[in-house]
């Protein structure tokens, strides 16, 4: 059965301590796998998607990174607006498969000032 | 302004009582998407749709349908079958193979 797990369910940080947020995944055939990011009481807004083993995006303070088996979010220096749950998803190959993206449970960060 | 239009954003339902959740675009998007959320949960999928008046379905489809007759309006219908309808509902839209954009929600509540 296809599987994304996110780790870990919740995060504290202060003000410009660094950390990863990790995504791993179990399924047949990745197409894509993607970053969101939700404020409370909003919609997820997406951030990247990564294709392939390797790839790497950044935007800002956020770096994404892919391997076969899992994908990191790394938070650089964060700030308090930096505060938000992060969500990744992925996308199947596979005409079964449809266009529908596979969420795992999110980590939500909070960065303390 | 180009985007995903969810209607409304807070919904009262009583017990028993069908009701819809409006998601409209005008991204020109094919595939469009209903997920649930609960408090501190990831997204679960409940029907998604790739092409007019074809639509299939998620993970939690049972108390729910859906209608695909415009490339731009892709409807929810809670039914009273749905016993635990109280969540938020998120509506999506994507091109073919790509990310899904999201729109800012409709939060149901039963009373």
């Known amino acids: 059965e296809d599987q994304v797990t996110q780790s870990p369910e919740a995060l504290r940080l202060q003000e410009g301590e660094s950390s990863s947020l990790n995504c791993s995944y179990t399924v047949s055939g990745l197409r894509g796998l993607f970053w969101y990011r939700q404020d409370p009481g909003k919609g997820p807004e997406f951030l990247f998607t990564?294709?392939?083993a390797g790839e790497e995006k950044e935007k800002e303070r956020l770096k994404a990174t892919l391997t076969k088996k899992e994908s990191f979010l790394h938070i650089t220096a964060p700030k308090p607006e930096d505060s938000a749950t992060y969500l990744c998803a992925v996308q199947l190959r596979g005409e079964a498969a449809g266009n529908k993206l596979t969420f795992g449970g999110g980590t939500r960060v909070l960065v303390k000032p | 302004d180009g985007g995903i239009t969810q209607s409304p954003k807070y919904l009262f339902r009583k017990e028993g009582q069908n009701v819809t959740l409006s998601c409209e675009q005008n991204?020109?998007?094919?595939?469009m998407y209903w997920y649930r959320q609960d408090p501190g949960q990831g997204l679960r999928l409940i029907y998604y749709?790739?092409?007019?008046?074809?639509?299939q379905k998620g993970d939690i489809a049972e108390g729910y349908s859906v209608s695909r007759e415009k490339k731009e309006s892709f409807p929810l219908t809670v039914t009273s079958a749905q016993k635990n309808p109280t969540a938020f509902y998120l509506c999506?839209?994507?091109?073919?193979?790509?990310?899904?954009?999201f729109g800012q929600g409709t939060r149901l509540t039963v009373v």
């Open positions: 999506a839209s994507g091109a073919m193979n790509t990310e899904a954009f």
């Open positions: 749709s790739q092409i007019v008046n074809d639509f």
């Open positions: 991204l020109n998007h094919d595939a």
């Open positions: 990564l294709y392939s």
